[in-house]
Structure formats: structure tokens, C-alpha cells
């Protein structure tokens, strides 16, 4: 019986994947899935703990560069802080999701986390089939009306740190030519698009010219292949600064940028280390500094579930990097009081299309 409860729940899960599809040492699964462990062997003098956390990443993998890395980085600093056990599986396609979730709950993990939006679906199927088991997303809230009591959601408010870097891009341009690339079109990335489209338009007003935006989406998390391609016809067509969302296909922006010897903008963590002389800042949402606090809470017996955490500049989880090499001081200067016009709300970036249609009619 609790065999066939087991197949159901993959079952059930992968059905629910397919009706909303669109966002290392240790081997932990065979197949298309692999994954990876940090045992409190390795935690700084922690002592051992029997509290157990772990991930599934979205298709981009653990080490995209990008918000599946950040979010592991977060479980292992848990490792290290307090030694709890953590482990993460990696997802090759959307289907490993279910599969994934099922393997950390047959592994008695007090916290299960899905990496992405992407991973909704298969999250709230998990959540009903395991109730005793606590989960937790990044990049997705839930409706409280029907979110599950054992997931709690964490959320970003990415078009904050987007607005900064797009104020940036306006800033620096030389042929007033900037673009944006997107891993796949959605309302996590439109919160990018938008509220870094709004920055450029900004600056383009304290400017008192035009600056154009050029966009383009990937259709992936994972082909840098086609991100190069895409922002080096960026660059050619004049485009001198680009930045992007979207996850490993913007190692393939940076590429291009490096190559063209023109600025990337990169995002989710600080990105200079690809690319040191032609990153000129990054969006950063520090997804590891929410996943260790909220598994933190939970490992101490607070209840997590059934509520959406939000982050942003406010709270410190969304920003830029404090060192950027490339950037003008000046620049830095002045992006640092729209920073806190933002805090203080006398700025409120838009965080999708209508919101930004009206935001651009009363900037003018």
C-alpha cells in the first residue's frame, strides 16, 4: 500500500507538472538526476545536528552561476553554522522535479526546498502527499487561501535591484543603446524586464535624451550557447551594455560581452568573476541568505508554512555589489541615493507590464 501511495504521489506530480509547464561531490541518484552533499564533517566546528535540509534545483542545475548555486551556497552555510545535514538533487529536465521530491521525502528531510518557479506544481503535489514534511520555493508565493499549511513561499523584489542596474546602464551608455535578455517569459522575470527597462528610462530623464532597450528571451535557463548568440547581435546592432535574467544562458551574455569588449550586467549574485573587465555591476538577489535564514527558522521550531516571505533592498536580499570596478564613482554615487529613494518608497519600481506603462506615463 505504502508503495502504490509512493507512485501516486510521482504520478499525481508529473500530471501537474505537465498541465502548468512554461522557470559536486557525492552522487545522490542515478539516471538524469544527479546530486551532491555536505556532511557536518565539513561544517566549521559545528557540532553534528540530526536536522536534515535539502534542494531540488530547476533545470539549470547547481551550478548555473546563478539563483540554484546562490540557494545551495545558503544550505551549505547552514552546514557550517550549525551542522545540519544538507544535500542537494539536481534536476536535468522538469520531469526529474516530482521524482527529486519524492527521493529527499523518502529521506526523511525536515525541510524540502525547490529551486524556481518552475517547480510549483510539483512542490504543492509533494506538500499534500507528505503533510508531516515541511517544503519551501524560491521565486514562488502561493494563494492563502489554498496554500498548503507545510510550504512556505519566498519572494523577491527583483525589479528593485533591476531599477538600480538599469539606472546604471542609462547612466554609462555611450551609443544609448542598451539591452535585456530573458531566460523564459514569466512574472519572476517580467520583474527584471521591467523594473530595469524603468531605470533606463530614469536616467534617461535626469540625462534629458533617449535611450532605446532592446529585449530578447532565450527560451531557456541553461543554452549559454544561444545567450551568446543573442547578445552578440545585441552588441552589433550598438547595444553597448546588457544585462540579463536568465539563469545559465547569461554565462553566454557575458561571453559575448568579454568578446565584443562591450559591459554585461549580470544577476541573482555578483557575476565579475566571469567576465572581471567587462561585468559592469549585477542585480544581485541573494537567494542563499533567504534559504539560510528560513531553514534556520524552521530548524529551530518556528512555524514556516502556509506564508510567502518577501525581500528586497529593505530587508538587504536584493542589491549591487559593494565593489565595481567599472563603474564610475559617480555613477555609484548616484545610484546609491536612488537606493534609498527606493527604501524609503518615494520610488517604487513596476515589477510588470501594465504597472510599467503607467509608472513611464507619470515619469513624464
Given at each position: 500500500m505504502k508503495k502504490m501511495k509512493k507512485i501516486l504521489a510521482v504520478v499525481l506530480g508529473l500530471s501537474m507538472l505537465a498541465s502548468t509547464a512554461a522557470c559536486s561531490p557525492q552522487a545522490?541518484?542515478?539516471?538524469?538526476?544527479?546530486g551532491g552533499t555536505s556532511s557536518a564533517a565539513s561544517a566549521t566546528g559545528s557540532k553534528p545536528s540530526s536536522f536534515k535540509a535539502a534542494m531540488v534545483t530547476d533545470t539549470g542545475g547547481v551550478n548555473d552561476q546563478s539563483f540554484n548555486q546562490s540557494s545551495w551556497e545558503g544550505l551549505q552555510s547552514l552546514n557550517s553554522k550549525t551542522g545540519a545535514k544538507v544535500r542537494y538533487?539536481?534536476?536535468?529536465?522538469?520531469?526529474?522535479?516530482?521524482?527529486?521530491?519524492?527521493?529527499?521525502?523518502?529521506?526523511?528531510?525536515?525541510?524540502?526546498?525547490?529551486i524556481g518557479y518552475a517547480m510549483a506544481s510539483a512542490i504543492g503535489t509533494a506538500a499534500k502527499q507528505n503533510p508531516d514534511v515541511q517544503y519551501a520555493i524560491v521565486d514562488n508565493g502561493y494563494d492563502p487561501k489554498i496554500m498548503p499549511g507545510n510550504v512556505a513561499g519566498v519572494m523577491f523584489r527583483a525589479q528593485e535591484s533591476s531599477f538600480l542596474v538599469g539606472y546604471i546602464a542609462g547612466k554609462t551608455t555611450k551609443t544609448n543603446k542598451v539591452g535585456f535578455v530573458g531566460g523564459?517569459?514569466?512574472?519572476?522575470?517580467?520583474?527584471?524586464?521591467?523594473?530595469?527597462?524603468?531605470?533606463?528610462?530614469?536616467?534617461?530623464?535626469?540625462?534629458?535624451k533617449s535611450i532605446s532597450?532592446?529585449?530578447?528571451?532565450?527560451?531557456?535557463?541553461?543554452?549559454?550557447?544561444?545567450?551568446?548568440?543573442?547578445?552578440?547581435?545585441?552588441?552589433?546592432?550598438?547595444?553597448?551594455?546588457?544585462?540579463?535574467?536568465?539563469?545559465?544562458v547569461g554565462v553566454g551574455v557575458i561571453q559575448a560581452a568579454k568578446e565584443a569588449n562591450k559591459f554585461a550586467i549580470g544577476v541573482d549574485r555578483d557575476q565579475a568573476y566571469l567576465a572581471p573587465k567587462n561585468v559592469l555591476t549585477s542585480a544581485m538577489k541573494l537567494c542563499n541568505k533567504a534559504v539560510e535564514k528560513v531553514s534556520k527558522e524552521a530548524m529551530s521550531g518556528q512555524k514556516i508554512g502556509g506564508k510567502t516571505y518577501t525581500f528586497g533592498l529593505k530587508e538587504g536580499a536584493v542589491g549591487i555589489p559593494t565593489s565595481n570596478p567599472n563603474l564610475?564613482?559617480?555613477?555609484?554615487?548616484?545610484?546609491?541615493?536612488v537606493k534609498?529613494?527606493?527604501?524609503?518608497?518615494?520610488?517604487?519600481?513596476?515589477?510588470?507590464?501594465?504597472?510599467?506603462?503607467?509608472?513611464?506615463?507619470?515619469l513624464k
Open positions: 545522490a541518484s542515478s539516471g538524469s538526476s544527479s538533487l539536481e534536476s536535468k529536465q522538469a520531469s526529474d522535479y516530482a521524482t527529486n521530491l519524492d527521493k529527499l521525502a523518502d529521506d526523511n528531510n525536515n525541510i524540502i526546498w525547490g523564459e517569459k514569466s512574472a519572476i522575470i517580467d520583474q527584471f524586464q521591467y523594473g530595469y527597462q524603468s531605470g533606463v528610462d530614469y536616467a534617461a530623464k535626469e540625462l534629458k532597450v532592446s529585449v530578447q528571451y532565450a527560451e531557456s535557463y541553461s543554452d549559454s550557447a544561444k545567450g551568446k548568440a543573442i547578445a552578440s547581435k545585441m552588441f552589433s546592432d550598438g547595444c553597448d551594455v546588457v544585462f540579463h535574467a536568465a539563469g545559465g564610475s564613482k559617480s555613477v555609484y554615487g548616484d545610484a546609491m541615493k534609498q529613494q527606493i527604501i524609503d518608497g518615494k520610488i517604487v519600481p513596476p515589477f510588470n507590464e501594465a504597472n510599467y506603462k503607467t509608472w513611464k506615463t507619470n
